[in-house]
Every structure is written in C-alpha cells, then in structure tokens.
C-alpha cells in the first residue's frame, strides 16, 4: 500500500475538531449578537462587549470565594479602544448575520423556539423586502400561518408601518395564494385581528390629527403635513393588502 492511501486519522481528526470549534464560536457569537440587539444597547462598544465575552461562562460559587480576582474577566475586550457610536451602526452591524436563504432562515427561526417576541422582533427587523428575498420561491409548509400569528400576537403601537410592509413582502412570494389557502381557521383569525388592528391604528392618529388641523384652522394657522399623506397612503396599501389575504371590510 502506497502512503498517499494511507488516512491520516489523526489529521482528520484535528481538521474535524477545528471545524466543530469553529461551527461553536459561530453559533455563540451570533446568539450573543441577536441578544445584544434584544437587549437595546446605548453604543458600539457594549454591543461589542457582549459578543467578545460569549465565550464566558456564568461564575461558580467557588470562582467568587476566597482571595480576590485580578485578572480582566474578559481579556479579549480588554485591550481594545473603546469608540463611542449610534444605535444606527449597531444595528448595521447585526444586519450582517441576517439569514439570506431560506436554510438559514429555518435555522434561526428554530433557534428561537417557542419565543414569540423574538421571532416578531426578527421578522420586523428583517422587514418585507428581504422577506420577499429569501421565499423568492415559496414561504416554506406552515410558516406563513405561524408568522401571522406571531404579527398578531406581537404588533406593537408604532409597528403599524413595518408590520404591513412584512405582510406586503410576504404577499409577493411565490405561491402565496397557494400557502394561504393552507393555513389555519385559528391562523385565518389572526390575520383578520391583525388587519383590524392595523386598521384602527392608523384610523385613530387620523383621527388625532383631523382633530389637529382643526384646531390649527380655528386659531387660524394652516399648515400642509406631509404625514396626512403618508397616513392615506398607508391606509390605501393595507386595504389592498387585505384583499390579497381575503380579509372583507
């Protein structure tokens, strides 16, 4: 037998373990960075914190005993410069983990579990577009129920914008009528309360700011906002938003 048919086990056994640690500094570091974000850090620099020190773990009680510890509890984040920055960049920063593929989706979405909060803030922070993206195809079997449910479950005041531009990009998915024929009577409910809701928000700061400009003509001050606008325009998207996911008025 020639050497080059010999396997070097223990060679494969080093290349394996490298790749193990790898695939565990990843994982570690990218749940550290979704709850950095989660957390709503003030700069750059605990956002980074957070990720460098992934690799500690909690304290033992015999690790505080004794003799007091001098040594940094985190020696990588030691050394470097701390700059100060806006929520913007951090947010940038977490951009670069977002799923791209349907695969990496379906992870994520299974590392979350059973949290409702997280998966809202992740279908949120995503947003419609890329959404669109990653189903380009299809949403996968059952999704498109469960992120009805989730958007109903977690629509907050304030979301109304984002929330229907994520019901307006999973609506260009492919075989959407298909996947939406398939969900749930419970499933059916949600969408429907979640369009009420979105509905009555945007009815009610119309309202306020009807009420507003009439005020402002009475003290006989005009003044032309271009929020009217955009509140009209939302509520033209979400009525034919409701007519794609079947909702009647």
């Known amino acids: ?143 498109l129920g469960e992120f009805l449910l989730i958007l109903s479950q977690g629509v907050k005041s304030g979301d109304e914008v984002k929330v229907t531009g994520v019901l307006d990009g999973l609506s260009k998915t492919g075989r959407f009528s298909l996947n939406l024929s398939l969900i749930s009577q419970a499933e059916q409910k949600a969408c429907k309360e979640l369009f009420n809701r979105l509905c009555a928000a945007v009815g009610e700061c119309q309202s306020y700011k009807d009420y507003s400009a009439d005020q402002s003509k009475s003290s006989g001050v005009c003044e032309l906002s271009h929020e009217k606008a955009d509140e009209t325009d939302l509520t033209v998207q979400l009525k034919g938003l409701m007519e794609k996911y079947g909702i009647q008025n």
């Open 1 to 143: 037998m020639e050497k080059s048919d010999i396997i070097n086990f223990s060679a494969l056994e080093k290349e394996l373990q490298a790749a193990l640690d790898a695939d565990r500094k990843y994982q570690r570091e990218n749940d550290a960075k979704f709850r950095a974000l989660h957390q709503n850090v003030a700069t750059y620099e605990e956002f980074r914190d957070i990720v460098l020190a992934s690799h500690l773990k909690p304290l033992d009680k015999k690790d505080i005993s004794g003799a007091p510890r001098k040594q940094p509890w985190n020696t990588i984040a030691a050394g470097l410069k701390h700059k100060s920055t806006s929520l913007e960049v951090i947010q940038a920063q977490f951009s670069e983990i977002q799923p791209r593929i349907t695969s990496e989706f379906s992870r994520e979405w299974r590392r979350f579990g059973g949290s409702s909060n997280e998966k809202y803030n992740l279908l949120v922070s995503l947003g419609g577009k890329a959404l669109q993206e990653i189903f380009n195809t299809e949403v996968c079997f059952g999704l």
